[in-house]
């Protein structure tokens, strides 16, 4: 039995600003999603990350390529409308903004409950408050919470409860696409301590975008780095970090805050000239598991 549980292939997607003009957001993106792995998807705003997630979660339609989720292809109609069910109850994400993702009129014991009455799935714990208590204890929060509005909580919060109603379903799957960029820094931590916490107990898969490349290095098994709607290079989060290959990634690495204040202020940090930026290469693998974008012809 094959332990990919996401394909994506030659993902490519199209926004019209016009009748005339277009902006390529995603461009010829593959890479793979092992059962139980947390891949990390880095690069500056307007690379394409989210647009990727909402690929991969059927929110936007491909203009190009396919995606596999247990070898389903879930860009075909008539395939995702047969399974539509199961993907919709497997696959969760967790949005950056918690205050639009959260509907304004419900309680956090009904936002929590939600997916599990929507698809007719009995509460494991008796009841749908029942459940929605024990989701909101599992991040962290007491059943104070259970009857208020998601403006009497804060951002920290808010994100918990998001991160309590994707867990409720207990997805195999789960795209957390920014869900600690507006958060405090001891928030941060604490999301993505529990974030880890549900892939090493639960072996839920994840797919994480972020910016923070320190977070990205202390919770991702592999890691992807996008530019301009590219993949520019894929490796092992270690290898990766230690051996960075393209030029954007290794400016990125350099722009990592060090704690220490004198090292920080003589360090020297890299530039990246986009108008160098070579599109037309593909991921060739230079060492196992460690792809580059770069020139067929180059060895």
Do not use: W
Not at 47 to 56: D, E, L, M, P, Q
Not at 116 to 122: A, F, S
Not at 181 to 194: E, F, P, T, Y
Not at 217 to 246: F, S, W
Request: glycine share 6%; with cysteine.
């Amino acid at each position: 039995m094959s332990d990919i549980l996401l394909d994506v292939q030659h993902l490519s997607h199209v926004f019209k600003l016009g009748k005339h003009a277009v902006i390529k957001a995603v461009d010829d993106v593959s890479f793979q999603l092992k059962k139980g792995e947390i891949f990390g998807l880095v690069g500056e705003s307007g690379s394409g990350k989210s647009t990727v997630a909402r690929c991969i979660m059927n929110i936007y339609k491909p203009t190009a390529g396919k995606i596999l989720y247990t070898g389903l292809d879930i860009c075909d109609r008539l395939e995702f409308r047969k399974y539509h069910k199961m993907l919709e109850a497997n696959r969760q994400i967790i949005f950056q903004d918690s205050t639009s993702s959260l509907n304004q009129r419900m309680t956090v014991a009904d936002i929590i409950a939600e997916p599990m009455h929507i698809h007719h799935i009995k509460p494991p714990r008796g009841s749908l408050r029942a459940e929605a208590e024990f989701q909101l204890s599992y991040v962290g929060m007491d059943s104070s919470y259970l009857d208020k509005y998601p403006t009497e909580l804060s951002g920290g919060q808010r994100q918990r409860v998001a991160i309590a109603r994707a867990l409720s379903m207990e997805p195999e799957l789960l795209v957390a696409d920014e869900p600690i960029a507006s958060l405090d820094v001891s928030i941060q931590a604490q999301i993505i301590n529990l974030l880890r916490h549900c892939n090493r107990e639960h072996g839920c898969s994840m797919l994480f975008i972020a910016h923070d490349l320190s977070m990205v290095e202390y919770l991702c098994d592999r890691v992807g780095v996008m530019y301009h709607g590219k993949l520019v290079e894929i490796a092992p989060t270690a290898e990766l970090y230690a051996n960075p290959q393209h030029p954007y990634t290794k400016t990125l690495l350099s722009a990592i805050p060090i704690p220490d204040p004198i090292a920080e202020r003589n360090r020297k940090r890299m530039d990246f000239d986009e108008i160098t930026f070579d599109r037309d290469g593909v991921l060739t693998e230079i060492a196992p598991g460690h792809f580059v974008l770069r020139k067929e012809d180059l060895e």
